[in-house]
């Protein structure tokens, strides 16, 4: 029988979660784009007071997934929010329910801390991922549109 352990990061998971990571970019085909280092990892995840949070999940004592959070707050709710940045279960692992434990474990997470939200994004051409999600419920938020600054964009706006 299968055993599926998910577990909080340690500091020495950070080279296996940036592997998870490259993973996850591959993916998305969007490796290039990974810019993070294990020293960039160490210091999000285990500062004093850190603003992100890592799980790391294991089957049959074999890291196969990761999920990378933190936390958001809603003006409109009062409450804090859960946003998971990412979740990633390697391919050979898929289907194995790797992916629905580390959500769970998650979704305990905002429960227990009183969250009033539980929210991440998708590509919107990951059809097996949404399918997945809508499967236990979760619903798309299409009235929105994300929007970012970055790179150069960010720099100049925060000067001008």
Same mark, same amino acid.
């Given at each position: 029988?299968?055993?599926?352990?998910?577990?909080?990061?340690?500091?020495?998971?950070? !080279?296996?979660?940036?592997?998870?990571?490259?993973?996850?970019?591959?993916?998305?085909?969007?490796?290039?784009?990974?810019?993070?280092?294990?020293?960039?990892?160490?210091?999000?995840?285990?500062?004093?007071?850190?603003?992100?949070?890592?799980?790391?999940?294991?089957?049959?004592?074999?890291?196969?997934?990761?999920?990378?959070?933190?936390?958001?707050?809603?003006?409109?709710?009062?409450?804090?929010?859960?946003?998971?940045?990412?979740?990633?279960?390697?391919?050979?692992?898929?289907?194995?329910? !790797?992916?629905?434990?580390?959500?769970?474990?998650?979704?305990?997470?905002?429960?227990?801390?009183?969250?009033?939200?539980?929210?991440?994004?998708?590509?919107?051409?990951?059809?097996?991922?949404?399918?997945?999600?809508?499967?236990?419920?979760?619903?798309?938020?299409?009235?929105?549109?994300?929007?970012?600054?970055?790179?150069?964009?960010?720099?100049?706006?925060?000067?001008?």
């Amino acid at each position: 029988m299968t055993s599926i352990v998910i577990r909080e990061a340690r500091e020495t998971d950070c !080279a296996l979660i940036l592997d998870l990571i490259k993973g996850l970019a591959e993916y998305e085909r969007a490796l290039s784009e990974v810019k993070t280092s294990e020293q960039d990892l160490h210091r999000a995840l285990f500062a004093e007071h850190p603003k992100a949070f890592a799980l790391v999940c294991s089957i049959d004592d074999e890291p196969v997934g990761f999920a990378l959070y933190f936390y958001n707050y809603s003006t409109w709710t009062g409450k804090f929010g859960l946003f998971l940045e990412d979740l990633y279960v390697s391919p050979t692992h898929r289907g194995s329910g !790797a992916g629905k434990a580390l959500l769970q474990y998650l979704a305990k997470i905002a429960v227990e801390n009183d969250c009033g939200r539980f929210e991440w994004n998708v590509l919107d051409w990951n059809e097996p991922s949404i399918k997945f999600y809508e499967s236990f419920g979760a619903k798309p938020q299409s009235e929105w549109v994300g929007y970012r600054l970055a790179g150069d964009e960010l720099k100049n706006f925060a000067e001008s």
